[in-house]
């Protein structure tokens, strides 16, 4: 019973925060995970708001997935009214991690430790997310990378979009370009004591 004399309120859940710090808010109610529908299942870990945004490959996922991911016939089913055909479609097929691997070594990137890293479900997926971006970074600094010993451009609108420098900081080799400071005047003692 409450002082009012009335039922006491429920309680809120609590949380681990709520225990430590009695003022924080209460814990916000899980969110259930969405249901799959009949007959199919959800392989993806990645958020479908995300899977969206980055559907459409820009320059180098581009390449990248054309240099590591084979395309592949897939069967589609479609359903049109009460008429139902199948298409054959060219669809990216699994992740060639090992050629992944060689176009990572082929522009100088150390990835030994992914090497020996479990390959589980999704690996392919993740090891492609962490090579790209560590392409990107090579790719701003060259304005391009290799692809099967071919030094491919990366086009000005892609290297504006991500922000590289107006020139490049290494040559395509890796090696980074020495721009020599311009030596600074010493002022002349003479002309200092005249």
């Known amino acids: 019973m409450s002082k009012k004399g009335g039922p006491k309120a429920a309680a809120p859940a609590t949380s681990a925060t709520a225990i430590k710090n009695p003022k924080a808010a209460p814990a916000a109610p899980a969110k259930a ?6 007959g199919t299942t959800q392989k993806s870990i990645v958020d479908p708001k995300y899977r969206n945004k980055y559907a459409t490959p820009d320059w180098l996922g581009a390449l990248i997935a054309g240099a590591v991911q084979p395309m592949v016939d897939k069967v589609k089913t479609i359903v049109d009214g009460e008429t139902k055909s199948t298409k054959t479609v060219k669809v990216p097929g699994e992740v060639d991690v090992d050629a992944l691997f060689a176009l990572a070594k082929e522009n100088g ?21 962490t ?14 990378v290799h692809v099967n010993g071919k030094f491919k451009e990366a086009p000005a609108e892609w290297l504006a979009e991500k922000k590289a ?4 900081t290494h040559k395509k080799d890796g090696t980074k370009i020495v721009v020599a400071k311009p030596a600074k005047e010493k002022p002349a003692k003479d002309a200092a004591k005249a």
């Open 33 to 38: 995970a969405p249901a799959a529908t009949e």
């Open 109 to 129: 990137l150390d990835v030994a430790k992914y090497e020996s890293a479990a390959r589980g479900h999704g690996f392919g997926g993740r090891m492609r997310m």
């Open 131 to 144: 090579i790209r971006n560590m392409l990107q970074a090579t790719a701003k600094q060259r304005h391009g």
């Open 165 to 168: 420098p107006e020139a490049p």
